[in-house]
Nanobody, 125 residues
Framework: QVQLVESGGGRVQAGGSLRLSCAAS????????VGWVRQAPGKEREFVAG????????YYADSVKGRFTISRDNAKNTVYLQMNGLKPEDTAVYYC??????????????????WGQGTQVTVSS
């Protein structure tokens, strides 16, 4: 069993930056694909970024490509999402999610096995 805890959310002005962290328990976390998924009010959850177990492979939604960077430190059991050039449309609850059997950086948002509780990101114009 893996538990995921997100942190780093907050309120920022458009153009600003935030770094989200996803800290995990469990010795096998370093073998999992991890992704960030967000949900804005009144909208469905949306895949944002994913990273494979080694960190070599990453995948981004078109809406964040070039602005967000996902990375991981397996020694610390932590995955990060660096968000630059934030826009009001990035406002959402951001969830960290993990898939235990994929070698790919991309996993459909409905296929993740574990989820964190989410952290709120609010971008004001």
């Amino acid at each position: 069993q893996v538990q995921l805890v997100e942190s780093g959310g907050g309120r920022v002005q458009a153009g600003g930056s935030l770094r989200l962290s996803c800290a995990a328990s469990g010795r096998t976390f370093s073998t999992y694909t991890v992704g960030w998924v967000r949900q804005a009010p009144g909208k469905e959850r949306e895949f944002v970024a994913g990273i494979n177990w080694s960190g070599v492979s990453t995948y981004y939604a078109d809406s964040v490509k070039g602005r967000f960077t996902i990375s991981r430190d397996n020694a610390k059991n932590t995955v990060y999402l660096q968000m630059n050039g934030l826009k009001p449309e990035d406002t959402a609850v951001y969830y960290c999610a993990a898939h235990r059997a994929s070698y790919s950086a991309y996993v459909p948002r409905t296929a993740y096995h574990y989820w964190g509780q989410g952290t709120q990101v609010t971008v004001s114009s």
